[in-house]
């Protein structure tokens, strides 16, 4: 289908499921969650509620029949006056209508669980539902956080909020207003029947609820204010504990320990003693709970058999009275419970409900539906008096006005990471302005829908974002901006709609070609790899594709290709020398680098080899031992064993070098076991799972990596099995093996190896990186280089990118912000990990990539600023002037000193690129010190506990005494140095003494402030160093 038709025909099923959203609710839109979970519940289930409801009520028929039954059981059946009983006109033997009351209340008592059971089953439903509409909107609510608040809330918290928090909100969501009134409900019918019976059964009921109610809350916050204060002891019992753990050669060594026993014993018996009084409390609340609920029967059995001894009540409807007592207790608890339920989750909700209603979230409306239209953004960028504060109310970017050309290269200096970052989220709308406004061609950014700015703004750091799934997944993010086809008109898309999620379907074609103007995915994926060679990116992406292996039906052209180079590969090698390390498959020869089963049956693995899969295979593994290759390779593995206990020993596994191997750590720890077994049984003592445990060994480890110890004899006896029983063997193991064949693809090798048609060499260092090289040669050279890098498209990626290197990650994140032919190209320090040449020749070929773009470059700084087309240095928020800037109108002494100190510190070197947080503090902590010409600061062996000074204004000489001669004058140091800094850090006194060469003005660090700063904040400390290194060399 065209994509034009397809657009239309999308267009059309979103007007239609936005129908069907309208018919069973709200969708997620703009607004705040309600405050209140009984408002949430109340909007988003009312229609549910009250059919529940609805069912609910017809229970309470059904629980009065159980009730009244089996009093007419006991009185009109069995104790009938007469033999024939007359029933609404018809005459019934007294056995006849025992049995017909005895099986309707059979039918009642059915027909009542039966409908409990459908009323807990809609609870339920209810409940997730709910529950599923409550978590999708928190993370929904999480995409539209303001970029700083995530600096300062915990994923894991949020991930627990929506989690673990939120589940038992859900149970309260389903009984909200069908529990109560079912509760309530049963005990109304229950105390009606009483009532009907007796007045006085009824009031004998209710008589003492009242009591309860009053004073079992009261002794349960006894216990609850007990359980906080057991609580808070248990804590301090596992600080100590840790201490303990910490501190025990402490204790040892000092004689401690019978102390800190004693105090251990202490806290022990302070939890002793909560512990009892819980106890105390508890069961004297059940006790209490229990005499008064066994009081109503008592008041029954004394007061009921007097009415039924002077004949005011009968019999039966004494003992029914008992039974409906009985099932009054069970509603009455569940009332109890429910209120409980309602006061903790309420106060739940408001703590989840503040945390996911941060300040400055984004306009959700901006994020709903499809814009009208998706204009271009390839005008002037400006920026009118902006103004950026953090969340604490701090300023981060101060009264920015700033016009970017259109389709020009903008580069913009900026030392501080802060505002580096602060800039970036600004232009892509991360953050939004507390003042003034970001426009483009007249527009302001903020008002644009999220579609728009997408489609539009590219942005990439050095820190990209993966997220689990593909590379390509990734790398097309922003081609897959809606879904192309129609929602599937299934049960599942109904109830997704129903619970408010995304009406757009997961299972669907999302990849929109035409994003980028192009017209299929071919083209897209074309343009991809143009992305990639103009990154330079092209050699490490096919390097790192030539040692993947691929199904050849999803890549046929790259498996042709490769049998089709074998022979030019094999040749290429030969030439060069490289035979001993490209070990070519031979039928005729064993191959080092392939492990035993492989060199036995001349065949790779279709599926990774393990002790389970082998210990499957029981027909081969009985063909091993008949064929007398057990006791060989179980030798074998005792001597591999053996060797790797030396190396890595029991708990080594972790060690890169033993991951290399291939070998599973469980696999070794159970073959360490059974070969001390064998030593006395050989390999007949082992059933099959520990002959596979010891088998997985050599069946994984070729004879490269295990060295001497595989020996010749053992290589030429495996080889004469080969040659009687490979054919035999690999009948029962062809779904596990695949038979090497020259002309054709071996589906578990890499590109590489099926290219040679063999394995480079493991232990050939260098000259294995030759053949690695001469192999790539010859596919570059015969056109294979842009299907090998496509195969990066397929690799997985972990969570969080954990498995992708820097030099993958980079240019991955690099093209995933340039896959869209954006208008305007944010690159914050992109590219980082590239040396300057490289990243110069980037630029140059982006610009030709991206003609019409405006690209800007954020970095700390820029050797050639005149390559810019326009050039701007950003200093602490501001962009620097030869205009000083004034202090703010308004502000106090003790803000306006504070700027001072700010600006003061800022213009310096060491400080200028500190965290702003940082930096406030070292203004807060650091004091003005002032001298005049000839004014000694400090002297010579003062120790440094007045800290560092930094030179704000005027020179000072650094002098060594020298008596009884003059001082000798080591060095002159002005504005912008920081002296006395290496008395601090050294904790030794001062080397050289200070004198005022003019007037000085200095701020003076103390050493606390100091020292901090430097123990956390590690651009400084890097600076630092390079300031000492300067020291040294001179």
Known sequence: MPIQARLQYRR??????????????????????????????????????????AVTATLFP??????????????????????????????????????????????????????????????????????????????????????????????????????????????????????????????????????????????????????????????????????????????????????????????????????????ISDQLSRLFSIRFEIYQKKFFMKFINNFISQLTPFLFYLVGGLLVLQGSVSLGALVAALAAYKDLSSPWKELLTYYNQTQDMSLRWEVVIERFAPSGMLNETLFEGEPDSRPHLNSPIELE???????????????????????????????????????????????????????????????????????????????????????????????????????????????????????DPFRATWLDPSLAGFETAEQLRDWWLKLIDGLGSGPILFQRGAELGFDPEKHPDLAAKLIELRPLVQDAVKKAGLESQALIFDRMTYNAALPVAENLLFAVPRVQVTQELLARQTVFLGQLRELGLDETLVGLTRDVIEMLRQIFGLDGTDHPLFRKLGLEAATYEAAVDLVEKTRETGASGLDDDQLASLLAVPFVISAEQIGPAFSEELKNRILELRHSHSDKLMERLNDVFEPLDPATFAPGLTVMENALFGKVSQIGGARSDEVRKVIADVLTENGARPLVVELIYDIP???????????????????????????????????????????????????????????????????????????????????????????????????????RKLRALEQTPLFSGLDRRQLRLLAFGARWYEAKAGEVVFLKDDQPTDGAYMIIDGEAGLYLPQPPEEDRLVTRVGSGTLVGELGLIRKEPRALSMVAETDLTCLRIGEEEFLAVVENDAATAFKLLQVIAGYVSR
């Open 12 to 53: 059309a099923a979103l007007t239609a499921a936005g129908s069907l959203q309208n018919s069973f609710g709200s969708p997620v839109g703009a607004g705040a969650i309600e405050r209140s979970i009984f408002g949430f519940i109340w909007k988003y289930s009312k229609r549910d509620q009250l059919v529940l409801l």
């Open 62 to 263: 059904l629980l009065y029949l159980t009730l009244e039954l089996p009093k007419r059981i006991i009185n009109d059946a069995i104790g009938a006056s007469s033999e024939i009983v007359d029933v609404w006109g018809y005459s019934l033997s007294q056995t006849t209508f025992l049995v017909i009351l005895c099986f309707a209340f059979l039918a009642a008592v059915l027909a009542h669980g039966l409908m409990k059971m459908r009323i807990n089953t809609m609870k339920g439903v209810l409940s997730e539902r709910m529950l599923r509409r409550f978590r999708y909107q928190l993370i929904n609510r999480a995409l539209l956080f303001p970029q700083p608040y995530f600096e300062r809330v915990s994923q894991g918290e949020l991930v627990s909020m929506i989690t673990a928090e939120s589940e038992p909100m859900g149970g309260l969501m389903g009984d909200a207003i069908s529990q109560p009134v079912l509760q309530a409900g049963q005990m109304l019918t229950i105390l009606s029947f009483l009532f009907l019976q007796s007045v006085w059964f009824g009031l004998a009921a209710v008589a003492l609820i009242p009591l309860q109610a009053w004073l079992i809350p009261r002794l349960q916050r006894q216990i609850n204010l007990l359980n906080k204060r057991r609580i808070q002891e248990v804590r301090v019992l596992a600080a100590q504990i840790g201490e303990n753990a910490a501190g025990a050669a402490t204790l040892r060594q000092n004689g401690g320990w019978r102390h800190r026993r004693a105090l």
């Open 797 to 899: 990626v972990a969570l969080g990118g954990q498995n992708l290197p820097a030099a993958l990650a980079e240019p991955l994140a690099f093209t995933r912000a340039t896959i869209k032919k954006p208008d305007i190209l944010i690159l914050e320090n992109a590219l980082a990990s590239y040396g300057m040449d490289t990243q110069v020749a980037v630029f140059r070929n982006l610009r030709e990539l991206l003609p019409d773009a405006t690209i800007i470059y954020l970095n700390e700084q820029f050797k050639n600023p005149g390559a810019f087309d326009m050039f701007v240095e950003i200093r602490q928020g501001r962009v620097v002037s030869d205009q000083v800037p004034s202090d703010v109108e308004g502000d106090s002494a003790a803000s306006a000193d504070l700027t």
């Open 385 to 503: 008096q902006v103004s950026v504060r953090d969340l604490d109310g701090n300023q981060v970017l101060d009264d920015l006005n700033l016009t970017f050309p259109a389709g020009k290269t903008i580069g913009i200096a900026a030392p501080s990471e802060e505002d580096r970052r602060a800039l970036a989220d600004l232009l892509t709308r991360e953050i939004l302005p507390s003042s003034g406004r970001v426009e483009i061609g007249g527009v302001n950014l903020s008002s644009l829908h999220q579609a728009v700015v997408a489609a539009r703004i590219g942005h990439a750091t050095s820190r990209p974002v993966m997220f689990q799934g593909t590379v390509g997944g990734n790398v097309m993010m922003p081609m897959q901006l809606r879904p192309l086809t129609a929602p599937p008109e299934d049960a599942d898309h109904l109830e997704t709609l129903r619970a408010g999620n995304s009406p």
